[in-house]
Structure formats: structure tokens, C-alpha cells
């Protein structure tokens, strides 16, 4: 007899690895909260990352069993993620939520009679498809992995067969924007619904609320300087995020500029300020998340170069009552759009065009507003819509 997924149905939430935090972390924390007798699978786990999970159940992979700074690597485990999701024993659980961007946790494979598997889905694997031949030639290796090079073209063909086969026994997909959700119908061939990821958005709407009152803004509620006396970007410092091109834009046009975030590109990028001679430049490298509401809060403008899935720093930007300028493709023309500024290319001329646009309409927005926009994809939006959609599933049993 066929009926809705009650909640006393036992559920398996798997992630592609729980290391460090990012943008896919945001959902999996919101996603133990929405089900918190969830049982969590993941490839690799590095508890003191998250707290918040000290008193959950998780259970890993063989891959665990690695030496540390092999797990921490995750490009170098890529050949054995598909069979470490497929040998998971999920035989117990009626619902498999996987939550997945660049692993491969749709590998898992249903076990129980009647169960369903629902794929939260960041994006179909970039180096599989559409950044193929960006990854390929632009992505850092190590030293000692350029001899390896030449295999990499296999490598990622043998990746693509399994991940189209996982695709195909995945029953729902949710995507994290109608950008991402265009790429599912094109790679997967299945018709996924729109949820979109979430923020903690709470100590950035603080913070954004103490530079106003600091400011005294309480009348107006309008957008003003005072202590926003910076541009800021934040990320992690790989070629497609364009951290370069915003070093280019800003040793030209002598702006400040601080950057926040680290990764393999972080030192190239570095040297590159040092060239130009960029001294407005700022590098903090890895800040603690629980200080970047101030970065925020008190930046004059965020810039968002890159073509994102969806993107949850510009969300953390508007929280604040922080204006941003984003590259006019991807999931920010979704979750921003009327609220910020756009230039079409990523281009020095573009990106300038941009910024200078901004500096026109400065005083025009209204920072009340920025977080009200912001508020919209809070972690409590977000749980009350995934309970909604999965609860309401009809069961297969």
C-alpha cells in the first residue's frame, strides 16, 4: 500500500568526505539537524572539524584507515571513491539522502527492499564534465604528480562510467539552483526540484547590525562607508574561483582589497600581487569561520567573480548588509540577482565596469534589505523545505 515516508522511517545521510568545511558541509550540518536520528556515512572523517557531531553517529570508509595526511588529500583518493560508497551497508535504512558535488557518495547503493535514494546534488562532478579540460590543464599538481599526469584523461573516463551508473539508480534528485539543476538534465538525464543550500545566517546579521548601529543608521537603514573602507573576496584559492583576475582588476584600479581563504593557488596569487606591485592588496589566508562575520560586516562591497553552482558567501555577504558585484552566470544570479551588482564577463574591463557601477549606486542600497534577501536562505528555510519534500514522497513499499 503506497503512502507518504513517514519520519519513523530510518535514515542514512552520506557525505563525500567530512574534513573541512565548505559550502556542501553548510547543507550536511543543516541536514543533521532536520533528521537528527540519522545515521551519517562518510569516506573520510576528521571529528575535530565538526563539533557538532560529536555526539552523532558516523561511520567511514575503508579509506579511513589512511595515513592522515593521505585523507586530508582528497584528488589522491579519487580512483577508490566510487567502491568505498558502494561497499557501505546500508541494508537497515529506508531512506539514503546523499549529499554530492565533487565525490562520488551516489555511489551508495540501496539495500533494503522499498527504499528510496534521494541525491542532494551541489553539481554533476565538475572534472567530469563541464571544467573536463579546465581541470586538465590548469588545475596545481605537486611535483611528484606531474609523471602521473598522462593518466589522468583514464582516470576521470573510468570516474564518468561509474558515476553515470550511480546517476541512474539515484530516485530523486534535488538541486542546489535551477542553474545546477539545467546540468543535471543534461548529464544525468533526470528532472531534478530546486532546493537551495543554506546559511547559518544569524552571526552575520549580527554583525552587519553592529557596524549600523556603530554607524548610526537606525533611521534611514541606508548603505553607507564609515568603517566599510575595504573590497573583499573570500574562497579558496583555486584557478576557477579568479582570485588572479581580481588581483589584476585591483592593481590597477588601487582600491583595497582583502582576500580571505587558502588553497593551492594561494602562494601563486601572492607572488603575482608582490609583481604588480599591488600593496592595496591584502592576504589573510585562512581566517576561523567564527571571525568572518566582521570581514564581512565591514567590507565596503563583496566580489564574486566566479561561476558558481550557487554560492553561499555572497549569501553571507547580504546577511551582513554587504552590497556584491558577481559575475552575471551561475547559481548568484539566483540567490543575489536584483540585489547586487553585475558585469557580464570575467574580464579586467568587465570585472572595472563592474565596480564602477557600484561606486555610482554606493549609497542606494539599503542594508536592511541586503539581509532581509539574506534571511531567505537561512538553515531554518532550509530544513522546513527538505522535511516537506521528503516527508511527502510516496513510499515504495
Same mark, same amino acid.
Given at each position: ?46 571529528r ?8 552523532r ?5 575503508f ?15 579519487? #580512483?577508490?571513491? *566510487?567502491?568505498?560508497?558502494?561497499? $557501505? /551497508?546500508? %541494508? ?6 546523499? &549529499? ?15 527504499s ?9 562532478v ?15 599538481l605537486?611535483?611528484w604528480?606531474f #609523471?602521473?599526469? *598522462?593518466?589522468?584523461?583514464?582516470? $576521470? /573516463?573510468? %570516474? ?5 551508473l550511480? &546517476? ?5 534528485f ?36 553592529t ?72 592576504f ?22 566566479v ?20 559575475f ?6 539566483e ?12 574580464t ?13 549606486r ?36
Amino acid at each position: 500500500m503506497e503512502g507518504s515516508l513517514a519520519p519513523k522511517k530510518r535514515i542514512a545521510i552520506i557525505t563525500d568526505w567530512l574534513t573541512d568545511r565548505g559550502g556542501a558541509e553548510h547543507v550536511i550540518i543543516a541536514l543533521t539537524e532536520a533528521f537528527p536520528e540519522a545515521t551519517i556515512f562518510t569516506s573520510v572523517f576528521n571529528r575535530e572539524a565538526f563539533p557538532e557531531l560529536e555526539n552523532r553517529d558516523v561511520r567511514t570508509t575503508f579509506l579511513q584507515y589512511l595515513p592522515a595526511f593521505l585523507r586530508r588529500r582528497h584528488q589522491f583518493l579519487l #580512483p577508490f571513491f *566510487p567502491k568505498a560508497f558502494e561497499s $557501505l /551497508d546500508l %541494508l537497515e535504512y529506508d531512506i539514503i539522502i546523499s &549529499s554530492s558535488s565533487s565525490g562520488f557518495s551516489k555511489c551508495a547503493r540501496k539495500q533494503k527492499e522499498g527504499s528510496i535514494h534521494i541525491c542532494y546534488c551541489h553539481t554533476p562532478v565538475r572534472f567530469l564534465y563541464h571544467a573536463r579540460e579546465e581541470y586538465l590543464n590548469d588545475y596545481p599538481l605537486p611535483w611528484w604528480a606531474f #609523471p602521473l599526469k *598522462p593518466l589522468l584523461p583514464y582516470l $576521470l /573516463d573510468y %570516474l564518468t562510467r561509474k558515476d553515470q551508473l550511480a &546517476s541512474q539508480k539515484v530516485d530523486w534528485f534535488i538541486a542546489n539552483s535551477n542553474f545546477v539543476g539545467e546540468r543535471i538534465q543534461t548529464y544525468y538525464d533526470q528532472k531534478p526540484i530546486t532546493i537551495y543550500p543554506c546559511v547559518d545566517t544569524e552571526p552575520f546579521v549580527a554583525a552587519g547590525k553592529t557596524i549600523a548601529q556603530t554607524q548610526s543608521l537606525e533611521k534611514s537603514q541606508s548603505y553607507s562607508l564609515g568603517e566599510r573602507d575595504y573590497f573583499l573576496a573570500v574562497g579558496r584559492f583555486i584557478p576557477y574561483k579568479k582570485f588572479d583576475l581580481l588581483i589584476e582588476v585591483f592593481s590597477a584600479n588601487k582600491l583595497p582589497l582583502k582576500l580571505v581563504g587558502s588553497g593551492p593557488s594561494f602562494e601563486q596569487c601572492r607572488q603575482m600581487a608582490f609583481e604588480l606591485r599591488a600593496s592595496n592588496i591584502e592576504f589573510f589566508g585562512f581566517v576561523p569561520r567564527y571571525k568572518l562575520p566582521d570581514f564581512f560586516a565591514k567590507a565596503r562591497a563583496f566580489l564574486f567573480p566566479v561561476e558558481e553552482d550557487f554560492g553561499l558567501t555572497p549569501i553571507e555577504a547580504m546577511s551582513a548588509g554587504t552590497p556584491v558585484i558577481y559575475f552575471n552566470r551561475g547559481g548568484a544570479t539566483e540567490s543575489v540577482g536584483e540585489w547586487g551588482i553585475p558585469f557580464d564577463a570575467q574580464t579586467v574591463e568587465s570585472v572595472q565596469k563592474g565596480i564602477d557601477e557600484f561606486l555610482k549606486r554606493e549609497t542606494t542600497f539599503n542594508s536592511q534589505k541586503l539581509q532581509e534577501r539574506g534571511l531567505m536562505f537561512d538553515k531554518k528555510v532550509f530544513i522546513e523545505k527538505i522535511k516537506k519534500f521528503i516527508f511527502s514522497l510516496p513510499s515504495r513499499s
